[in-house]
């Protein structure tokens, strides 16, 4: 494994398990006796019941793991961030998360929803706090009020959907960027072409890797943390199983030019939940 140092001076791993639509403990379980030690939810995913349990049949101790969870947007235009907060913890059974992320940016909240959540983190509850979907006029219209700059802004981003000019914003004000479905997620026409291109299918065979082992690969070698999600148990295995090569910069500079500004989710500028 290899880690980011958030500006908490905290750990995360540079891999974790995504687990949008997971309900059971199975994939969870498989990811940690894989040596996974970093699990992304959300309280809209309704399972940190779930990934609570997995925590505790896993054995392990709670500092070994980092947990990562987002705030709805329904608690943002409702004001009922802390309520929320409190539940997450009481559901995922812990008295804090790693990481705290507010999950979209709603417009009129998104700034309010920041200074909650710096209170969370005051509290000590919230070891990090931290973004999602944040395009560059939100970083800016947060970075006015915030006395905390956020540590992570995780955001959708595959080899179809490059995102370098919001990775820079980031790197430039100290933001690790965080790659959701970094596999193309459920869209399975965009995976489909992008599990079997032939640029990074030549890559592959070099180094004895899949192409998503090597798109994995890109992201650690970008600096970009990313939490691919699968409930197979050999592709959970796969995909953990990057931290042996690494790519040239040739190779990061092809994988690049596949960007094609394609999105497999939501749009931040327009989404409607
Ligand atoms: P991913 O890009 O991780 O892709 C998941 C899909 O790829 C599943 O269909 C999975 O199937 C398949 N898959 C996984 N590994 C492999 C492999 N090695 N080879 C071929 N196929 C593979 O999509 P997600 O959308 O789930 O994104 C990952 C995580 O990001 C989510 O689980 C969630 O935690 C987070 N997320 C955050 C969002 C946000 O707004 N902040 C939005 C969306 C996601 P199978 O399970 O059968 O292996």
Redesign the pocket.
């Known amino acids: 494994m290899e880690y980011v140092t958030l500006n908490t001076g905290a750990k995360m791993p540079m891999l974790g398990l ?5 309900d059971d403990t199975s994939p969870i379980l498989a990811a940690f006796e894989a040596g996974y030690r970093s699990i ?3 309280s809209g ?1 309704n399972n940190e019941e779930v990934v609570g349990q997995a925590i505790r049949e896993s054995g392990l101790k709670r500092e070994e793991i980092f947990v990562t969870t ?1 705030l709805t947007n329904s608690a943002q235009r409702e004001n009922t961030i802390e309520a929320e907060f409190d539940q997450s913890l009481e559901k995922l059974g812990v008295d804090y998360v790693d990481l705290y ?1 507010i ?2 940016p709603v417009a009129e909240h998104y700034v309010n929803s920041w200074l909650a959540l710096e209170k969370l983190h005051k509290s000590g509850r919230a070891k990090a706090i931290g973004v ?2 944040f395009q560059t006029y939100h970083i800016e219209a947060a970075k006015k009020v915030w006395s905390v700059v956020p540590a992570m802004n ?1 955001i ?1 981003l ?1 080899p179809f959907l490059t995102q370098k000019p919001l990775i820079a914003v980031c790197k430039a004000e100290g933001i690790i960027p965080e790659s ?7 869209a399975n026409d965009v ?1 489909n072409n992008m ?1 079997t291109s032939k640029v990074v299918t030549d890559i592959g065979e070099k180094y004895g890797k ?1 192409v ?2 090597v798109i994995l690969r890109w992201n650690i070698d970008l600096g970009i943390v990313t ?6 148990p050999d ?1 959970i295995k ?2 953990i199983n990057i931290f042996d090569f690494a790519l040239t910069p040739e190779e990061i500079a092809a994988i690049d030019a596949l960007n094609k500004d394609i999105r497999t ?1 939501p749009d931040p500028d327009n989404f409607s939940f």
């Open positions: 995504g687990v949008y639509g997971v992304d939810t959300a995913y987002k992320l999950h979209w999602s979907n995780q959708e595959h959701w479905s970094p596999l193309g997620g459920g995976k599990l899949s998503a082992q939490i691919p999600k699968s409930t197979n592709r796969a995909n989710g």
